[in-house]
């Protein structure tokens, strides 16, 4: 580092990557990301992806792109304007600004930047940055792709396999403006290339190309240097929200003592989920990936019944497509987990993006009454914990689960502290053996239940004198047969209904963050958790009282919600559709009417924006 230069250290910066889907951006993103979480950085990310597959090179519909927020306090929010901002082509440029701050940094690829560029990127002039009113930004010109053919000549590459590292040069000119360290992405690269060892070397040069242009050219009038602060001992990992769903149950299945089962079909932004559960069959998981939805979540049933933690994953309109099967599994009384990764809609919607809008279709979504317990995560690394608590409900209270993350906190990544599996809430099946005294394999009947609980038990095919047969049609409270019976009909859907009721009295109860004398409660639930505790922290600093209430448990809420709400004149529900949970919160809560704050633009919620209108509430 050149000791003239002056370093500007930060509690934390906002950093933007943009450019074309083949540019490589996310790849850039993830590794600066791991270089902060190892440095001692709290992170938070945000992959934005175009919708489109392969949209035409250089147009602003194939700008793909990835923000993080690194700090050295608890970042969770990927940030709402960025500080440095990387964009390998007009496009990218034009998509991003209204992204930045007034005085941010901006790197260019100047090669990039040509007349047909700008012309592809819908420029009216030849001067984009006076085009986009971009005065009090600080540019960074470099000629990247010049560079990086020019020094990759001698590596053996052709001119598009080199072309391809120049997201690397931008990673190395960001980890010298960061004064990051080069040797762990080197050791990224390393790993990610060592089959191929001209390419991990083209890449690796590319990386310190970067770094030295900043260097040796004095790129910015600043370094930054953002603290770090000691983090809490343990094996730390940064993971993105469908790892962590995974990961949660594979937790969930060691501490049940059951092989774990998925069924599923791919589906935007599920998949991963899939991607990462098929690569641990040495843990006992069994991937089925299944012609369409409904093959998908009927092969889990199947394997339910059998005796396994049966795991079925879809996005909103694969939700819909399982509605039926979903009702089967109501009707059977069989543990399933259904996991919904929100994204925009209806119909194909916008597949890359994120909203809360399936949650009445998860809470009501299936023909009768179908009650079913619902968990929505709150961040990428809490995705852990709530699908651990979805396969807990379902394997305990023998009924299927929903549980609701988005694309947000689905794609993007926070560090996450792994956990000592022992540290766990325990998971017990609700087996036959645990059957009351005098109930034997003689007298038992498949819809035997707890009656405090109302839980049925779970008799494994293969348990001696427990043989039995499920299905979709009403059963007799009492024998276990069919049946048609208007009063057993009304009372099984009442038992149904009393035995989700139950679970309020096994989860977690709320806690308020904030001031206990708050003028103004704002509630939430799921993937915007970061957004809006930020936003009543930045409200608190300009001296207002306010307090945050969020909610992980939907269906049935936790035992104290009605008392919380009710402790505060003002209530704002905000969530990223037009209402549904504040019209929730309202058929359960009589004379419940809180203020709202909808948003659905595919996008998460703007910080400002909620802070301006958080304000505005307390001052009416």
């Given at each position: ?41 709290t ?60 005085d ?22 030849e ?72 390419l ?91 012609e369409?939805?409904i ?23 694969g ?39 399936d ?27 709530y ?39 325990t ?5 036959v ?119 992980s ?13 009710r ?31 909808n ?19 307390i001052?009416?």
């Open positions: 580092m050149d000791e003239q230069k002056a370093v500007k250290t930060l509690k934390d910066i906002v950093i933007r990557f943009s450019g074309d889907s083949g540019d490589g951006m996310q790849l850039t993103g993830t590794i600066f990301s791991d270089l902060s979480a190892m440095t001692g950085n992170i938070s990310t945000f992959p934005d992806f175009p919708a489109e597959i392969r949209a035409p090179q250089g147009t602003l519909s194939g700008v793909s792109g990835y923000q993080v927020q690194i700090g050295s306090r608890a970042v969770r929010t990927p940030g709402e304007r960025a500080d440095i901002l990387v964009a390998m082509n007009p496009a990218a440029l034009k998509v991003s600004v209204g992204y930045l701050k007034k941010s940094i901006i790197i260019i690829d100047t090669d990039s930047f040509t007349a047909n560029d700008l012309r592809k990127a819908e420029y009216i002039t001067e984009p940055f006076e085009e986009l009113g971009l005065k009090t930004q600080q540019v960074i010109p470099a000629p990247i792709s010049s560079i990086v053919k020019e020094g990759l000549k001698d590596f053996g590459l052709d001119a598009k396999s080199a072309l391809r590292c120049k997201n690397m040069f931008a990673l190395g000119l960001i980890c010298w403006l960061c004064d990051r360290p080069l040797g762990p992405a080197e050791q990224f690269l390393d790993r990610k290339f060592g089959k191929k060892p001209a991990r070397d083209a890449n690796i040069a590319s990386l310190n190309h970067g770094y030295d242009f900043g260097h040796n050219t004095h790129a910015s009038a600043s370094i930054f240097r953002i603290e770090t602060q000691k983090p809490i001992p343990g094996r730390y990992l940064d993971i993105n929200g469908n790892k962590a769903t995974a990961y949660g149950l594979i937790a969930a299945s060691e501490r049940a003592g059951l092989d774990l089962f998925l069924g599923s079909y791919p589906i935007t932004p599920a998949t991963d989920i899939l991607h990462e559960l098929a690569r641990h069959k040495a843990l006992g998981v069994k991937t089925v990936q299944a369409d939805e093959a998908g979540i009927c092969t889990a049933i199947g394997a339910s019944f059998a005796g396994d933690l049966a795991v079925t994953t879809t996005s909103g309109p939700l819909a497509l399982k509605g039926e099967a979903t009702g089967l599994a109501v009707m059977a009384e069989i543990p399933l987990v259904i996991i919904d990764v929100q994204r925009g809609g209806p119909s194909t919607g916008l597949p890359t993006k994120s909203e809360q809008t949650l009445m279709q998860a809470l009501y979504g299936r023909n009768g009454e179908a009650p079913m317990p619902v968990v929505a995560a709150t961040t990428p690394d809490t995705c852990f914990l699908a651990y608590w979805a396969a807990k409900i379902a394997v305990e209270h023998m009924t299927p689960v929903i549980l609701l993350t988005d694309s947000f906190i689905a794609n993007g990544s926070s560090a996450w502290r792994i956990p000592d599996l022992k540290s766990l809430p998971i017990e099946p609700n087996y053996s645990k059957l009351p005294e005098g109930v034997t394999a003689e007298n038992w009947k498949p819809f035997f239940r707890d009656q405090e609980t109302k839980v049925r038990y779970w008799a494994v095919p293969g348990t001696p004198g427990f043989e039995h047969r499920l299905g979709g049609l009403e059963k007799n409270y009492t024998t276990s047969a069919i049946s048609t019976d208007a009063d057993n009909h009304a009372l099984m859907v009442k038992t149904r209904q009393e035995k989700v009721d139950y679970i309020a009295n096994c989860i977690p109860q709320l806690e308020v963050e904030g001031d206990q004398d708050a003028e103004l409660l704002v509630v939430g639930w799921g993937g915007t958790y970061g957004h809006l505790y930020e936003a009543t922290h930045k409200v608190r600093e300009r001296g207002y009282k306010i307090a945050h209430l969020h909610f448990f939907i269906n049935p809420l936790p035992l104290n919600t009605e008392e919380l709400l402790r505060y004149k003002k209530v704002v529900v905000a969530e990223q559709n037009s209402g549904q949970f504040a019209r929730y919160l309202r058929g359960i809560i009589p004379d419940f009417a809180p203020h709202q704050h948003e659905v633009t595919g996008q998460p919620f703007v910080l400002s924006q909620l802070v301006e209108d958080f304000i505005k509430l001052e009416e």
